[in-house]
């Protein structure tokens, strides 16, 4: 089954959810429009991430940016348990500079490195911060958001810097993926005001159409279809977002018919392009349903 919705939570700065699940569970390919954290911490668990599978090891970091498809295959009958971060990202531009982007560890994640694998060094800090976070956010006392803010920050400068200059320990990172729908994902994302039928991309990198198909829904959980649609209209929001006229936005993202574009985007969105403008300039909380 494809999924085509957000799912999540995010309210204010960051929301901070640790999770243990000890029946079996079974989650869909999802995204969010915001950014995600998960530190796995126990659990038998392949992560999947736009078509690369992570086995994860106990407190691996996963980095997941909005508008990626994503899903945990979890073994069953065994406890999965894990933290998730899901992030504003106005909260980290603001707190970060041109010189010092907190958003920097995503950035690196689009570009396919998702996971970070701690040293001992760092999993003993790691450990630490995320602790005093937890401890902060059930606090009540004076100062409880600041002070859980300003761990939340260091937590994210913390990751960064693993990012940009992982441990030895990344050596070990078993990761799964197939190569040729990596490179037909790269360029879906990187062309998608252009010709992105099944067809075209079949002979652009010399697959059968119908194979292609088929491995294409098989790593990603989305018929290319589905996929190159969510995309552009994923980017149609974020342009419009920015104020950018929603006709405009349509043509950037491949949208050669705009009536067709406002019933898809009104379907997708639950408003008309002009309309979730205004309700995303009004609205700071999104409420999603919670996921791992």
């Known amino acids: 089954m494809e999924q085509g919705v957000k799912r ?9 959810f640790h999770l243990r699940d000890k029946k079996s569970i079974q989650f ?6 915001f950014n ?24 691996d970091v996963l980095f997941v940016p909005g508008n990626q498809v994503h899903k945990p295959i979890i073994a069953p009958d065994q406890e999965y348990e894990r933290i998730v971060i899901w992030i504003n990202n106005t909260f980290l531009e603001e707190h970060g500079n041109a010189e010092n982007d907190l958003l920097t560890c995503f950035n690196i994640a689009r570009e396919n490195k998702h996971l970070v694998r701690l040293g ?6 790691i450990k630490a911060i995320l602790s005093r976070i937890e401890s902060e956010i059930k606090n009540r006392q004076f100062g409880s958001v600041i002070l859980g803010n300003a761990l939340f920050v260091q937590f994210m400068v913390y990751v960064n810097r693993l990012q940009l200059k992982p441990e030895k320990q990344d050596e070990s990172i078993e990761v799964e993926y197939d190569e040729q729908i990596q490179k037909v994902i790269r360029y879906i994302n990187a062309n998608l005001d252009g010709d992105l039928s099944i067809a075209t991309l079949a002979g ?3 697959i059968n159409k119908y194979y292609l198909m088929h491995k294409f829904k098989d790593n990603t959980g989305y018929s290319i279809h589905s996929y190159v649609n969510n995309k552009r209209m994923q980017k149609s929001a974020e342009y419009i977002k920015t104020g950018m006229a929603p006709s405009e936005a349509a043509s950037r993202c491949g949208f050669n018919d705009y009536s067709s574009f406002v019933r898809a985007f009104s379907k997708m969105y639950g408003a008309a392009p002009k309309r979730y403008y205004k309700a995303a300039i009004l609205s700071k909380d999104n409420v999603y349903q919670v996921e791992g």
């Open 8 to 16: 999540g939570y995010l309210h204010n700065d960051f929301k901070f």
């Open 28 to 33: 869909e390919h999802h995204y969010h429009d």
């Open 36 to 59: 995600k954290i998960i530190i796995f911490i126990d659990g038998n668990v392949i992560y999947n991430i736009e078509g690369k599978s992570y086995r994860l090891k106990p407190w």
């Open 120 to 125: 001992e060094n760092s999993l003993n800090s």
């Open 204 to 206: 652009m990198f010399y």
